[in-house]
T-cell receptor
């Protein structure tokens, strides 16, 4: 299907485990983003990518790793999950720097026990 | 520092008009966004202002004053389906967007 998808939609893991959240878009958008959303904090940028093999840190990058080997995929890895990383994670994409709009995926609800 | 403030919750009546305010302080500014987010769903784009003034799009309008660091979203002819969170977001220097915590709007019959 066209658009932006995330998997899994729900994930429960344990402290210390590695977890990878997947994001895939079919528009060939250059820019992709990872946000986390917590009550009282709104959306906070974790990492973003301007193109394949180009990534940069956002507001809250600690504990997360990203890669972008292909334009359409932007996986987010929690190398050693902590309870504070329990959150809803949204992936988004945008066509170009001058684009006004980011398109968001449906989100992944992650619980770290 | 960078900060975006908007009210936590608002309640309005079906058919009425509601204004959701947003103030921002950012290092660098390249435009102000409004997104709508229904519970359990992804945010969806509503509007973008980069110049001062009012932008109208159907029942929704958005206003920006860059000198005052202020924006508002105006919703007219409220419908029950407008019950959602409304996120104010500022594009800062580079390509980063800072989001406010959102305003939960409850529309009652």
């Amino acid at each position: 299907d066209a658009g932006i998808t995330q998997s899994p939609r729900y994930k429960i893991t344990e402290t210390g485990r590695q977890v990878t959240l997947m994001c895939h878009q079919t528009w060939s958008h250059s820019y992709m983003f990872w946000y986390r959303q917590d009550l009282g904090h709104g959306l906070r940028l974790i990492y973003y990518s301007a193109a394949a093999d180009i990534t940069d840190k956002g507001e809250v990058p600690d504990g997360y790793v990203v890669s972008r080997s292909k334009t359409e995929n932007f996986p987010l890895t929690l190398e050693s999950a902590t309870r504070s990383q329990t959150s809803v994670y949204f992936c988004a994409s945008s066509e170009k720097w001058t684009s006004n709009e980011q398109f968001f995926g449906p989100g992944t609800r992650l619980t770290v026990l | 520092g960078q900060n975006i403030d908007q009210p936590t919750e608002m309640t309005a009546t079906e058919g009425a008009i509601v204004q959701i305010n947003c103030t921002y302080q950012t290092s660098g500014f390249n435009g102000l966004f409004w997104y709508q987010q229904h519970a359990g769903e992804a945010p969806t784009f509503l509007s973008y202002n980069v110049l001062d003034g009012l932008e109208e799009k159907g029942r929704f309008s958005s206003f920006l004053s860059r000198s005052k660091g202020y924006s508002y979203l105006l919703l007219k002819e409220l419908q029950m389906k407008d019950s959602a969170s409304y996120l104010c977001a500022a594009r800062t220097g580079g390509f980063k967007t800072i989001f406010g915590a959102g305003t939960r709007l409850f529309v009652k019959a």
